[in-house]
């Protein structure tokens, strides 16, 4: 992927020029901390959104600049992450919930978003190299489960996003967890991730 420049924004937007451009086509790239890890969160592509452009487009590579390339990106980009920025994802989720009408009072894309609230429960596990999972470790993935309720926090995603394993992984850890029983696990009903 070729970058013609880089500026950093707030709240852990990034925008990077494509294609020796200093216009557009352009991709803004909201990033967040995950255990030191600077991880894209949110994608906006501005510009003609061609196949050429998409090709180039490289979410690990915009990583790798940020966390490895140049430190000093990832150190200003971190000093920026509590700083209010627009949400996309407002937008994403009103449109979603209004179909194809209009909405009658939009979000407005001025409004500061919160910062976001900075956990201090460690969702890490130690993932067992073993074929079959014991039920140490299950009960692991419980009293997380349970460290992440009490904190009020989406308890599948985060255990995914700390342990580097895709959401549908972690819930089924859940489901395992609550299947074996124990002390204030109660079977729910088919479906239920947490």
């Given at each position: 992927m070729n970058t013609a420049?880089?500026?950093i924004g707030n709240g852990g937007w990034v925008r990077v020029w494509l294609e020796g451009k200093t216009e557009k086509p352009y991709v803004l790239v909201r990033f967040a901390d995950f255990n030191g890890q600077l991880r894209a969160q949110e994608l906006y592509l501005e510009g003609p959104v061609t196949d050429r452009v998409l090709r180039f487009l490289s979410v690990r590579v915009l990583a790798d600049i940020v966390?490895?390339?140049?430190?000093?990106?990832?150190?200003?980009?971190?000093?920026?992450l509590a700083v209010a920025a627009p949400d996309l994802r407002a937008f994403a989720s009103y449109y979603g919930t209004t179909g194809s009408s209009v909405p009658a009072n939009p979000p407005r894309a001025a409004e500061p978003r919160r910062a976001p609230r900075r956990s201090s429960v460690d969702a890490r596990?130690?993932?067992?190299t073993a074929r079959r999972y014991p039920d140490a470790f299950f009960d692991d993935v419980w009293a997380v489960r349970s460290r992440l309720r009490a904190a009020r926090l989406p308890v599948a995603p985060t255990i995914a996003a700390a342990n580097d394993v895709p959401i549908?992984?972690?819930?089924?850890?859940?489901?395992?967890?609550?299947?074996?029983?124990?002390p204030g696990r109660k079977a729910r009903g088919a479906g239920h991730w947490d």
């Open positions: 420049g880089l500026s966390n490895i390339a140049n430190a000093s990106i990832g150190e200003a980009i971190r000093a920026r596990l130690t993932i067992p549908t992984t972690a819930a089924r850890w859940i489901k395992r967890a609550r299947a074996l029983g124990g």
